[in-house]
């Protein structure tokens, strides 16, 4: 073959094994940009168009906005065998599903003020964490009897994803007090996040009726359990152990991380809710309808004596002189007593004063038995009241029909309410 024709000969073979190579690339396989589990579940929560806490949730958690818990078990994983878009979709599509199943959780609203945290929003922790929001109200003993628990849950499921939050919306005056507040809070021994809600910004965001009221947010936002009242603690933390199972699958975390079993806290009141016989009874005018011997839902001073009849069963009597305002009764007269046939087994008072009052207790007309007191009461059988909170009356031993009296040695006791356990 002649040189020019052994040239042209040459470049085309070059050009067709170069040509194999390029089609060769062009056919291979290609792997997708890589993605991690938290940005896939990001992501797919960003596609919901639920309101409340959903909305701008990944905005909100990438900017790092709350210091509550933000960096435990939330690095970065591999999605599994899933395809992103495989995992995508599979996200996507749960998230559907809840929103045909749940209501979006709402925003906190119009907060008045923050115990143990610096402020943050739900939002920002949407596609993050598992959250358990509790109404509460430091003097109301059912959301007293409830604390243990949730202190438990906290130290449990802390390092695994959950995240409590104390919605502390006031039943008193005094409750919207932050010292108040935060000395209750402290006493407790509650290290969980407590916001104030002095306003009922996300009290009505709940459109919520009862103290306590616990409410489980899944990492997608949605309220995926609700318990009105105490008890049920066994259900509630089973939902609390699903949902942080929800979020490791959701975040390619391995679920065995998650503590198992159910929590009984050593400082937990056993109550047998059917066995307590007698209603909260309220003093204030607003609320008195329990009063037996004077003007019942009026406010005013007035001077009344017990009757010499026994005592009707949960009907509350008064002597001395009282003056009714809204919320509480102040005895303007030493001496002044306070009479209640009740059938329980534990007695307690939402009361205050402006100097330290003192008061004798009586059960069964007689002094009250050292195995009856609570621990409120003195060796002597006294007990002195001055700050605003709930006091332990009468820790009896059983359930049963008794009738309490409370001697009042000065004036100025500031009486809210009687709850019994």
């Not at 790092?64 to 599509?93: E, H």
Request: with cysteine.
């Amino acid at each position: 073959m002649n040189y020019p024709y052994k040239k042209t000969f040459l470049a085309a073979i070059l050009v067709v094994i170069v040509g194999t190579i390029v089609w060769l690339e062009a056919i291979k396989p290609r792997q997708g940009p890589t993605i991690t589990a938290q940005q896939a579940a990001l992501a797919a929560t960003s596609t919901t168009t639920a309101g409340g806490a959903n909305s701008g949730a990944v905005e909100s958690a990438a900017s790092g906005t709350t210091t509550v818990a933000d960096n435990q078990n939330s690095a970065p994983t591999s999605a599994g065998s899933l395809t992103p878009a495989q995992f995508l979709a599979s996200r996507a599509s749960t998230i559907r599903q809840e929103s045909t199943q749940y209501q979006a959780a709402a925003e906190i609203t119009d907060p008045t003020g923050w115990i143990n945290t610096q402020p943050f929003t739900l939002a920002s922790l949407i596609g993050k964490k598992v959250v358990l929001l509790d109404f509460w109200t430091y003097s109301c003993i059912n959301c007293l009897r409830t604390i243990p628990y949730l202190n438990a849950w906290y130290q449990k499921y802390k390092d695994a994803g959950l995240v409590i939050v104390g919605i502390h919306t006031p039943e008193f005056n005094f409750e919207h007090d932050y010292a108040n507040v935060a000395a209750a809070v402290k006493s407790l021994g509650i290290q969980y996040p407590v916001v104030l809600d002095n306003n009922q910004g996300t009290w009505n965001a709940y459109q919520n009726l009862y103290w306590p009221n616990e409410y489980l947010i899944n990492i997608d936002g949605f309220v995926v359990h609700n318990n009105i009242g105490e008890g049920n603690y066994n259900e509630t933390e089973s939902a609390i152990q699903a949902a942080l199972t929800q979020r490791d699958e959701a975040l390619g975390i391995p679920t065995s991380t998650i503590p198992t079993g159910m929590s009984a806290p050593e400082n937990a009141i056993a109550i047998n809710y059917h066995a307590v016989q007698s209603p909260e009874t309220y003093f204030g005018a607003a609320r008195n309808g329990y009063l037996a011997n004077g003007p019942a839902m009026t406010n005013g001073v007035y001077t009344l004596s017990i009757p010499s009849s026994t005592p009707q069963s949960n009907a509350l009597y008064l002597s001395g002189q009282w003056n009714f305002q809204d919320e509480y009764a102040t005895n303007e007269t030493p001496g002044a007593k306070i009479i209640y046939s009740y059938n329980a087994m534990n007695v307690y008072m939402v009361a205050s004063a402006a100097a330290p009052v003192t008061a004798h207790v009586l059960v069964d007309g007689q002094p009250i038995p050292a195995a009856m007191a609570g621990s409120d009461v003195s060796p002597a059988g006294t007990i002195t009241i001055q700050a605003n909170r709930l006091y332990n009356i009468i820790h009896g031993t059983s359930y049963g029909a008794h009738t309490i009296e409370l001697i009042i040695q000065q004036p100025g006791l500031e009486a809210y309410t009687f709850t019994f356990g």
